[in-house]
């Protein structure tokens, strides 16, 4: 089965959405979407590198966040 596509923005975008429904994530200051080449399917062709407020590290809940969105949707 096929992956929807979606843009950069628009990953970026539900990420910060989800990040901001959780008040213990306020370490997350933003996130950036990278394309990954090559890629083979079923793998993602897409990454996500958190900006977080000094040294620290993205919940694990984040980063099933990013697992989950990225079985889901491919990279336009």
Same mark, same amino acid.
């Given at each position: 089965?096929? %992956?929807?596509?979606? %843009? ?15 008040? %213990? ?52």
């Amino acid at each position: 089965m096929a %992956k929807a596509r979606r %843009k950069a923005l628009e990953l970026q975008e539900a990420i910060m959405l989800e990040v901001r429904r959780h008040p %213990k994530w306020t370490d997350i200051l933003g996130v950036t979407i990278t394309e990954r080449h090559p890629v083979a399917p079923p793998h993602p062709n897409w990454i996500a590198v958190f900006t977080m407020s000094g040294p620290r590290v993205a919940p694990e809940r984040a980063f099933r966040l990013i697992t989950h969105l990225q079985n889901e949707f491919d990279l336009e």
